[in-house]
């Protein structure tokens, strides 16, 4: 019995979260915190530094909760398939989340299908820069929220919801306004 109850109440918390309304914290016209860290990239180490992927275009940054879940998996994939069409707008793709470069070792080259790259914040600063930060149960993930960085340093396009469904299309929608393409 108490398994039911406890599954009930987190099937609430899930369903709070999930109806809350789809607005990133970091507004439109802010200026995009800056930031470099550990990423991984068809299984490879690098160091990711936002103002040097700027300076080649535009960067859609994505914070997702944890590498393997499913909500996260069904994310990465959708990202992996439209992926040319982002290259094709000269954007830069990057995943965000609190898991360690192990893990994102691994997630990078299955579920990223070695497409673009993912970046550990495993002590979630650059989440918290960018208002990007859930607790459940205790514990503090990155939560599922997407920019679009104008390649000025500006955000152009924020978009908050747990729901993976929506990222994607919306991520490319603002670059093709921002590129007027």
Request: with cysteine; net charge negative.
């Given at each position: 019995?108490?398994?039911?109850?406890g599954r009930?109440?987190?099937?609430?918390?899930?369903?709070a979260l999930?109806?809350?309304p789809?607005?990133?914290e970091?507004?439109p016209?802010?200026?995009?915190?800056?930031?470099?860290?550990q990423?991984s990239m068809?299984?490879?180490?690098f160091?990711?530094?936002?103002?040097a992927a700027l300076a080649?275009?535009p960067?859609?940054?994505?914070f997702?909760?944890?590498?393997?879940?499913?909500?996260c998996?069904?994310?990465?994939?959708?990202?992996?398939?439209h992926i040319d069409?982002y290259?094709k707008?000269?954007?830069?793709?990057?995943?965000?989340?609190?898991d360690?470069?192990?893990?994102?070792?691994k997630?990078?080259?299955?579920e990223?299908r070695?497409?673009?790259?993912?970046?550990?914040?495993?002590?979630?600063?650059?989440?918290?820069?960018?208002?990007?930060?859930?607790?459940?149960?205790?514990?503090?993930?990155?939560d599922?929220?997407s920019?679009?960085?104008?390649?000025?340093?500006?955000v152009?396009y924020a978009?908050?919801s747990?729901?993976?469904?929506?990222?994607?299309?919306?991520?490319?929608?603002a670059?093709?306004?921002?590129?007027?393409?």
């Amino acid at each position: 019995m108490f398994k039911l109850i406890g599954r009930a109440a987190a099937m609430l918390v899930v369903a709070a979260l999930t109806a809350s309304p789809a607005l990133a914290e970091l507004k439109p016209g802010a200026p995009a915190p800056t930031f470099d860290t550990q990423a991984s990239m068809d299984g490879k180490v690098f160091d990711f530094d936002l103002k040097a992927a700027l300076a080649k275009g535009p960067v859609v940054l994505y914070f997702y909760p944890a590498a393997f879940t499913k909500g996260c998996t069904l994310e990465a994939h959708d990202f992996a398939e439209h992926i040319d069409e982002y290259h094709k707008l000269g954007a830069t793709v990057i995943g965000v989340s609190g898991d360690d470069i192990e893990k994102l070792n691994k997630f990078s080259v299955s579920e990223c299908r070695s497409k673009f790259a993912v970046a550990s914040d495993a002590d979630h600063a650059i989440s918290k820069e960018y208002d990007a930060v859930i607790s459940f149960s205790g514990n503090v993930y990155s939560d599922r929220t997407s920019y679009v960085i104008a390649q000025n340093g500006t955000v152009v396009y924020a978009y908050r919801s747990l729901d993976p469904g929506e990222h994607v299309a919306n991520t490319l929608a603002a670059l093709h306004k921002l590129l007027n393409k």
